[in-house]
């Protein structure tokens, strides 16, 4: 299983509406369960899981004590409720028992794996990640205790999106890395048809790279496929020489540069 996947286990007895939840869920290569009842909390610990989609009313009265128990036996597990006819009331005490989100019924299939991937992405961002030393690649320092990148001692600017894109690239260094693998890295979840949103923010990043290390290339695209980090020095041109001018052959004459006809001038003594 790759990092990117998301497993899933959903709680509803709703078989119309988790039918057409698995054909999506297939399609995008996640891994999932479908449980009609409650399971307890100690199951889903060994599942693995990313993320529990839960219609509440399945539960019945026990709805209320399950969410509070997977939730705090679980902290690292995304919870989303996705149930119909809730109160204002009912959506507060959910997300105050720990629910990371809350759906209401009936919603699209497109839109529940929207938010499943947002919980998801969520979780993974908080996880402390282990301390990792600073990456020099050419000029450019990359400092992920500091999410910012340096050219001799000054932060070029990175916004974090742009941030968390270098490190991809930088991690892979040498490596073409195909645009949707690099939009899953950075943006957490599939990238849709015609979005543009890795060459956009490529270019943010080649130019603030350029603006601070010139005399360097880091990011190279291969086109129809995506892009690779590899800091290259530019070759720049040798500057053309400067015209040499040359001497004038011809000897000036004295008498011509004094005004005085030849015939006039006087013998030298």
Not at 42 to 61: C, F, Q, R, T
Not at 109 to 120: D, G, S
Not at 121 to 143: D, H, Q, T
Request: with cysteine.
């Amino acid at each position: 299983m790759s990092s990117s996947t998301i497993r899933l286990s959903v709680i509803d007895n709703d078989s119309a509406f988790v039918r057409v939840l698995g054909r999506r869920f297939d399609a995008s290569g996640w891994e999932y369960r479908v449980h009609s009842s409650g399971v307890p909390a100690e199951e889903l610990l060994a599942m693995k899981l990313n993320a529990l989609l839960v219609d509440i009313s399945v539960l019945g009265p026990r709805g209320w004590e399950f969410l509070e128990r997977v939730c705090g036996m679980l902290p690292d597990l995304g919870v989303i409720v996705c149930t119909q006819g809730s109160t204002v009331a009912q959506r507060v005490r959910g997300l105050r028992l720990g629910a990371d989100d809350w759906i209401a019924k009936p919603s699209h299939p497109e839109e529940v794996m929207a938010r499943v991937e947002a919980v998801v992405r969520r979780r993974r961002r908080s996880r402390p990640k282990p301390e990792a030393g600073p990456l020099v690649a050419g000029e450019v320092e990359i400092r992920p205790d500091q999410f910012q990148a340096f050219v001799s001692g000054r932060g070029i600017g990175l916004t974090r999106r742009e941030f968390e894109l270098l490190e991809v690239l930088a991690g892979e260094t040498g490596r073409v890395i195909e645009r949707d693998d690099i939009y899953q890295r950075v943006w957490g979840y599939a990238m849709a048809h015609g979005d543009r949103s890795v060459d956009v923010f490529i270019r943010k990043l080649r130019a603030k790279l350029a603006k601070k290390s010139p005399g360097w290339e880091y990011v190279h695209t291969h086109f129809g496929v995506g892009y690779r980090f590899e800091p290259e020095p530019v070759d720049t041109p040798p500057e053309p020489l400067a015209p040499v001018e040359e001497p004038n052959a011809e000897v000036a004459d004295p008498t011509r540069t004094s005004g005085v006809d030849p015939a006039d001038a006087s013998p030298v003594a």
